[in-house]
């Protein structure tokens, strides 16, 4: 079942801050979070294992709530390259049937 | 070191003929996964391999198949094609085995239009 992603779209000025949530019905083992650009492959951004930490990617970090089966990654002081549609990944419980959402849309402008 | 690609990257097709794409992993890598992108349907997830065996599958219809060689390159084929099958296809490759739970490398994929 695919997981639902929260908000569908965002906008921002350069600098500002956002999250994007990802959350499924089911129980969780891994959350990935990918970006695209227009026109673009999906670029990896990070992972978050079930019992690991949170992770980090320059300015951008998730935390991964396993009981809640919520993952969220912040933007912190966005720049105009975080342009994107952003993809949360998952895989259930015993790794496997890999569902990505439907994207959340994320425009910074200057 | 030259990044994962996938071949040929536009396709043109009718109704129900059939179709090879090909993706070459990068350089060590043994896992290769492909998935399909469309605007309705999003990025969903087709199957993944690992040293030529077929380790997962999402849900698609047995038209969709897919194999890998001894070399880790990856073809998956697709028959009696539908309008429905228009889509980008994209191959993601993997240095470890457990592809869905590790860093994966996407291609630039291949556009697959379907008259």
């Known amino acids: 079942q695919q997981p639902v992603q929260s908000p569908q779209a965002v906008i921002l000025r350069e600098g500002e801050d956002a999250v994007i949530n990802c959350s499924s019905s089911k129980a969780l083992y891994s959350v990935h979070w990918y970006r695209q650009k227009h026109g673009e492959a999906p670029v990896f951004l990070m992972i978050l294992l079930k019992g690991g930490e949170q992770m980090r990617h320059e300015k951008i970090s998730a935390s991964f709530n396993e009981k809640k089966q919520q993952s969220s990654l912040y933007l912190t002081a966005s720049q105009l390259s975080y342009s994107g549609t952003y993809f949360c990944?998952?895989?259930?419980?015993?790794?496997?049937?890999?569902?990505f959402g439907p994207g959340t849309r994320l425009s910074v402008l200057p | 070191k030259a990044g994962v690609t996938q071949t040929p990257r536009y396709l043109i097709k009718t109704r129900g003929q059939q179709v090879t794409l090909s993706c070459s992993p990068i350089s060590g890598h043994r896992s290769v996964s492909w998935y399909q992108q469309t605007p309705g349907q999003g990025l969903q997830f087709l199957f993944e391999y690992f040293s030529e065996t077929q380790r997962n599958k999402g849900n698609f219809p047995g038209r969709f198949s897919g194999r890998q060689f001894s070399n880790s390159r990856s073809e998956m084929n697709v028959s009696t094609l539908e309008l429905g099958d228009s889509a980008l296809y994209l191959c993601a490759s993997s240095l470890v085995w457990d592809t869905l739970n590790n860093e994966q490398f996407f291609g630039p994929g291949t556009r697959l239009t379907v008259l």
């Open positions: 990944g998952t895989a259930d419980n015993y790794g496997q049937n890999f569902v």
